[in-house]
């Protein structure tokens, strides 16, 4: 069983920055892509951005050169990253980290999600 454990949301002020992290463990494999999926109050949830074990990784236009995605590939857990800069109100949304086997959907058989963490960008 996979556990996903997020941290890191806030309320920060815009033009500010914040960083998530969320540590995969159980049984997961470290060639699984890692992602971030945002949904704010009356919207569809939308992927933010996501990476693979080899480090490739996309972004929503939306967050291109504000967002960056990491990750860390330890033996028994995988850690990913959302370093977000440059904050803006429209970026206010609960988000979520999530974990797919390569080419499945976000809400396959074999993904898993997080809590989802609350990140408000408010003055």
């Known amino acids: 069983q996979v556990q996903l454990v997020e941290s890191g949301g806030g309320l920060v002020q815009p033009g500010g920055s914040l960083r998530l992290s969320c540590v995969a463990s159980?049984?997961?494999?470290?060639?699984?892509?890692m992602g971030w999926y945002r949904q704010a109050p009356g919207k569809q949830r939308e992927l933010v951005a996501r990476i693979t074990y080899g480090g490739s990784t996309n972004y929503a236009d939306s967050v291109k050169g504000r967002f960056t995605i990491s990750r860390d590939n330890a033996k028994n857990t995988v850690t990913v990253y959302l370093h977000m800069n440059s904050l803006k109100p429209e970026d206010t949304a609960v988000y979520s980290c999530?974990?797919?086997?390569?080419?499945?959907?976000?809400?396959?058989?074999?993904?898993?999600w997080g809590q989802g963490t609350q990140v408000t960008v408010s003055s």
């Open positions: 159980g049984r997961i494999f470290n060639l699984y892509v």
């Open positions: 999530n974990v797919s086997p390569p080419g499945a959907p976000p809400d396959s058989n074999g993904s898993c």
